[in-house]
């Protein structure tokens, strides 16, 4: 059974910048993502997201992925994003310091 996303994505182009963005946060990577409100969030990738099959609240089926940061300084601080919320990564570590 598919489990439930808010909101799932269909068409090509928006699951290929999903996947994109799916091979700029790996595992530990230290990012700020940008998100569609015009929010942003800062932490640590705890585990490089998967693209999944998920279904929305109208029961359609489709793909998205959830990121999952943590800050190591506020050990009981961790966030969940949906991917399709990013508009934009940028990374903070020293040899991957860019933008996307």
């Known amino acids: 059974m598919s489990r439930k996303a ?9 699951i290929r910048k999903l996947e ?8 530990n990577s230290h ?7 015009g929010s942003t969030c800062e932490g640590v ?5 998967s693209v999944q099959v998920f279904r929305d ?10 990121l999952q ?5 506020v050990p009981t601080w961790h966030r969940r994003i949906w ?12 040899g991957l310091a860019s933008e996307s």
């Open 20 to 27: 994109s963005l799916v091979h700029e946060l790996q595992g």
């Open 83 to 94: 991917l399709d919320q990013i508009v934009r990564i940028e990374h903070l570590d020293s």
């Open 45 to 49: 990738v705890t585990v490089r997201p």
């Open 69 to 73: 940061l943590e800050r190591p300084d």
């Open 57 to 66: 609240h109208e029961e359609r089926e489709g793909i998205n992925a959830e």
């Open 6 to 14: 808010q909101d799932v994505l269909t068409d090509d182009e928006s």
């Open 31 to 37: 990012v700020v993502v940008f998100l569609r409100d």
